[in-house]
């Protein structure tokens, strides 16, 4: 679909500077991938309070297993 559109050229030019992209239309692809990417992550703030954890479970002995296979 073409559309035309008018970007502010300071954020055109520091998009370009952070991406690899070389063209306008692959630079505006993939923005918009990474937009769509972050609206679809989960927030986890509205996993609080919904996860339940076993009886006697212990973080700490999970860390020391994870610091003693290095």
């Known amino acids: 679909m073409r559309t035309n559109?008018?970007?502010n050229?300071?954020?055109?030019?520091?998009a370009f500077s952070v991406s690899q992209?070389?063209?306008?239309k692959d630079l505006i692809h993939e923005a918009l991938l990474e937009y769509i990417k972050l609206k679809k992550r989960k927030d986890l703030t509205e996993l609080a309070g919904t996860i339940e954890f076993y009886?006697?479970?212990?973080h700490k002995d999970l860390r020391k297993t994870r610091?003693?296979?290095c």
């Open 9 to 14: 050229d300071e954020l055109l030019e520091e």
């Open 5 to 7: 559109i008018d970007i």
């Open 67 to 69: 610091n003693d296979s």
């Open 55 to 58: 009886e006697g479970y212990n």
């Open 21 to 24: 992209m070389r063209s306008k």
